[in-house]
Nanobody, 124 residues
Framework: QVQLVESGGGLVQAGDSLRISCAASGRTFSDDNMGWFRQAPGKEREFVAAVRRSGGSTYYADSVKGRFTISRDNAKNTMDLQMNSLKPEDTAEYYC?????????????????WGQGTQVTVSS
């Protein structure tokens, strides 16, 4: 049974930094491409960032490029999202997700496994 568990969310002020993590179990972590998505109240789930199996290739939504950094540690079965210069519009529930193929890494419909989410709230 695949399990993805997010942690590290919280309430911060605009301009602050926050690091959220995803711990994976139940599969060979290095077999999966991983992504971060977020969903704000009343909005659709949107792509934030993705990293391929080896960690050598990363992808970002334009809205977070230059501020967020995705990384993974295949030895520890974890994935992180370092978020800097946070803005109120970054406020959302953040989800980690896993998929085996490399196609459409930005499309949430193509991911096979999901965590329960961690809330990030940025006050102005």
């Amino acid at each position: 049974q695949v399990q993805l568990v997010e942690s590290g969310g919280g309430l911060v002020q605009a301009g602050d930094s926050l690091r959220i993590s995803c711990a994976a179990s139940g599969r060979t972590f290095s077999d999966d491409n991983m992504g971060w998505f977020r969903q704000a109240p009343g909005k659709e789930r949107e792509f934030v960032a993705a990293v391929r199996r080896s960690g050598g290739s990363t992808y970002y939504a334009d809205s977070v490029k230059g501020r967020f950094t995705i990384s993974r540690d295949n030895a520890k079965n974890t994935m992180d999202l370092q978020m800097n210069s946070l803005k109120p519009e970054d406020t959302a529930e953040y989800y980690c997700a896993a998929k085996t193929d490399i196609f459409s890494l930005g499309d949430p419909l193509n991911y096979d496994y999901w965590g329960q989410g961690t809330q990030v709230t940025v006050s102005s």
